[in-house]
C-alpha cells in the first residue's frame, strides 16, 4: 500500500472517529437502559398471575364431558320432536286423504242429479 493510500485510510478512519464521537453522548448508558427495561417490564403479570387469570376465565365453561351430555340430551329430544312432527303429518295425511274421498263421493253425487 502506498503512502498516500495510508494517510487517505488515516484521515477516513479520523472523520469515522468523529462521527463516532458526535454520537456516542446521546446513547443511554448501561444503567440507563436497565433502568428503561426495569421501568417497562413492572406493569407486566408475572406467570401465576396470568394462569390465574385463565383459570378463573376458563371455571364458569362447560367440560367436554358436559358437552358431551348436553350434545346426546339435544340429540334424544330433536328425535322426539321429529317423531312427533312425523305423527302430525301422518295425521294431516290421513285426514287430507278422508276429504279427498268426502269431495270425490260428493261430486259423484252432483254429477248423478245433474243427469
Known amino acids: 500500500m502506498s503512502e498516500e493510500q495510508v ?3 488515516l484521515d ?3 472523520r469515522r472517529v468523529d462521527r463516532i464521537e458526535q454520537f456516542l453522548p446521546t ?3 448501561k444503567a440507563e437502559a436497565r433502568a428503561l427495561i426495569d421501568e417497562a417490564v413492572a406493569p407486566l403479570a ?3 398471575e396470568v394462569r390465574a387469570l385463565i383459570d378463573e376465565a376458563v371455571a364458569p365453561l362447560a367440560t367436554k364431558a358436559e358437552l358431551c351430555e348436553e350434545g ?3 340429540r334424544r ?3 322426539m320432536l321429529f317423531e312427533d312432527m312425523r305423527a302430525e ?4 295425511m290421513e285426514s287430507h286423504n278422508l276429504l279427498e274421498r268426502r269431495v270425490a263421493k260428493l261430486e259423484s253425487r252432483g254429477r248423478r242429479r245433474v243427469q
Open 27 to 29: 446513547l443511554a448508558t
Open 12 to 14: 477516513n478512519l479520523d
Open 7 to 9: 494517510i487517505e485510510r
Open 89 to 92: 303429518v301422518r295425521l294431516f
Open 46 to 48: 408475572t406467570r401465576d
Open 72 to 74: 346426546e340430551r339435544s
Open 77 to 79: 329430544h330433536m328425535l
